[in-house]
């Protein structure tokens, strides 16, 4: 019996339970061991056939099953594995995107325990790639996720960047020191990118598409990128999953849209928190 014919049976049997057809994780991991595919693999044809790997059950009717497929065959490169790419990891994760690239040179210490969803005791003084992978093994197996343990400078941000065909770059970076070298490196390499700068219960979030013959705008045109604001006003963890959560909905958007080929336009989102407030900026 073929793999989608043993497939299509499973989810026969659950299309009479749920009225759905969905294959189950025990299900996958059994044609995983019986056939040697990978579990990226299986949950890709298994897409291509109409057939619902049941975790992303809850994404529906939010996101269509034709969507769940265009971000399984999606690629992410998410730079900085701190507060922010550390949520920004489990949001992709949990919502299926095939393949991710992260990258992040720096060890964990006593304050990211306040807001960094990757950062435990255990993992104090080690390295934030280790923790991610660590993550990505007891969240999603079926991702294709890899990790670089070094700090980009200007140049190596281009070179991670044409590494792969990636379709949207994640700017995580902690301050906003190299967020200008991120912006001009994707604008090199004609990457659309989803950005968030966060400082007390503040916060910023774009998405900059890649236009050919258009200039791009990031936090770090205006904002600057001076000393760390957010080390003097502090970030607490509800504005680090706030803000995780706005970029993330922007990444599921733009990735979508990029696989349907439709124009993608530039978002700009301020919000507060204490006052509760979220404003689209317009320039």
Not at 46 to 53: G, Q, S
Not at 141 to 155: E, H, R, S, W
């Given at each position: ?8 049976t499973?989810a ?12 189950s994780?025990k299900?996958?991991k ?23 790997p049941?975790?992303?059950?809850r994404?529906?009717?939010?996101i269509?099953l ?8 999606s690629?992410?490169?998410l ?24 990258v992040?040179?720096?060890k ?20 934030k790639?280790d ?9 999603n197996?079926?991702?294709?996720f890899k990790v ?27 301050g ?33 598409p ?20 957010e080390?003097k006003?502090?970030?607490p963890?509800?504005?680090?999953a706030f ?15 990029k696989k349907?080929?439709?124009?993608l ?19």
């Amino acid at each position: 019996m073929s793999i989608i014919n043993q497939m299509q049976t499973y989810a026969q049997k659950n299309f009479e339970k749920h009225q759905r057809s969905f294959i189950s994780l025990k299900q996958l991991k059994s044609l995983a061991k019986s056939t040697g595919q990978s579990l990226k693999a299986l949950e890709l044809l298994a897409l291509r056939n109409k057939i619902l790997p049941e975790r992303y059950k809850r994404n529906l009717d939010i996101i269509s099953l034709e969507e769940q497929l265009l971000l399984k065959e999606s690629s992410v490169l998410l730079i900085g594995l701190g507060g922010l790419g550390g949520h920004c990891l489990d949001f992709l994760l949990r919502l299926g995107v095939g393949s991710i690239l992260a990258v992040d040179g720096d060890k964990f210490e006593e304050s990211n325990l306040n807001r960094q969803l990757l950062c435990t005791l255990g993992g104090l003084n080690k390295a934030k790639t280790d923790a991610a992978l660590k993550h990505a093994k007891k969240i999603n197996q079926a991702v294709d996720f890899k990790v670089i343990n070094q700090f980009l400078d200007a140049g190596s941000m281009y070179e991670v960047m044409q590494s792969q065909p990636f379709d949207l770059v994640i700017d995580a970076l902690g301050g906003l020191k190299n967020r200008m070298h991120l912006q001009q490196a994707a604008t090199k390499a004609k990457l659309n990118v989803v950005t968030g700068a966060i400082a007390g219960f503040s916060g910023y979030i774009s998405l900059v598409p890649f236009i050919a013959g258009e200039a791009t705008i990031n936090p770090a045109q205006f904002l600057g990128t001076s000393a760390n604001i957010e080390d003097k006003i502090g970030t607490p963890a509800p504005t680090v999953a706030f803000a995780a959560s706005l970029m993330l909905t922007f990444t599921q958007e733009a990735l979508i849209k990029k696989k349907k080929n439709e124009a993608l336009q530039a978002q700009y989102l301020i919000f507060d928190l204490k006052t509760q407030t979220l404003e689209k900026v317009k320039f």
